[in-house]
């Protein structure tokens, strides 16, 4: 049997960084060493950081010493003050792409321009980005709000880095028809689109694909589903012990792929089903 992984299978350079940051700061520091927020949606990564003295918290205030970590979504100028006032450690792990965003941000805000993030109101990383611009953002996911837009000031625009393209693009036609001055920033980070459109490429060539990731995770469902496009032998599985090896003959070719929380180890005893024997 023929095995391919994907080379774009698992943690994206920013998530990598960030849980390797972590790592180093259980070995540099000593506790007690809080992560503000989980580090990522995978529950043997926060276990085995808890082991290592690295724990989540969700409340700064109720932090009085130790070593904060920020993860790759980051978080609002605020919380850095709060934690430099606290005088706490900070480990500062946000994403070096979400940090040029919020660079973006408090520049043009103190050049007097109103910011319109593109992007969901929810969601951490706009939350932090926003707080980058005394949490004055316009945040916008949806093109009739854009065309109903209104702004007193120059207006600069960015992007949530996950967000959809087609949304940008509407979203920043729409405001540039009544502000055709504004600043466009695609601040959009290409490794999501990526992991997916390498996915579907696999899926074309392959009988099969694994596809290793939270059953809970939005973006390995949605890794599947694109896969499913192309091979109806999609597995979904979230480690090794999911794998019923019975189910692949000897001439097949199969594809492997994993969603951005996937730890590489758990990649790694994947592949060493077909590997080690
Ligand atoms: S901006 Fe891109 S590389 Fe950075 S954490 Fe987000 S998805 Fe990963």
Redesign the pocket.
């Known amino acids: 049997m023929k095995v391919i992984l994907a080379k774009s299978a698992g ?5 990598d ?2 849980v390797n940051k972590a790592m180093d700061a259980a070995k540099a520091y000593g506790s007690p060493i809080y992560t503000y927020g989980e580090l990522i949606h995978n529950r043997t990564v926060v276990e085995e950081l808890e082991n290592m003295g690295v724990f989540v918290t969700d409340d700064i205030d109720s932090v009085s010493e130790g070593t904060i970590i920020i993860r ?2 980051g978080v609002g100028k605020d919380v850095f003050e709060k934690i430099s006032e606290k005088g706490l450690t900070l480990v500062d792990a946000t ?4 940090k040029s965003v919020q660079n973006k941000v408090e520049k043009y805000h103190n050049m007097g321009y109103n910011i319109v993030i593109v992007g969901d109101c929810t969601h951490p ?1 706009v939350i932090g980005v926003n707080g980058w611009c005394e949490n004055s953002a316009s945040i916008i996911d949806d093109p009739v709000k854009a065309k109903m837009y209104t702004s007193e000031k120059p207006v600069c625009i960015v992007a949530q ?2 967000i959809i393209k087609d949304m940008f693009d509407e979203v920043s036609s729409e405001i540039l028809k009544n502000y055709p001055d504004s600043i466009v920033f695609n601040t959009i ?4 689109r990526d992991r997916q459109s390498e996915a579907e490429e696999l899926a074309k060539v392959c009988d099969a694909m694994i596809v290793i990731g939270g059953k809970n995770s939005s973006n390995t469902k949605k890794l599947a589903d694109l896969c499913s496009i192309h091979t109806d032998r999609v597995y979904l599985i979230e480690s090794a012990d999911d794998i019923n090896k019975e189910v692949f003959c000897d001439d097949d070719t199969v594809g492997i792929t994993a969603g ?1 929380s996937t730890p590489s180890q758990v990649i790694s005893e994947v592949l060493g089903l077909w590997t080690t024997q």
Do not use: Y
């Open positions: 943690f994206c350079f920013g998530v960084r960030a790759s979504h994403c070096p792409k979400v990383e880095t996950t980070c290409l490794a999501t951005a």
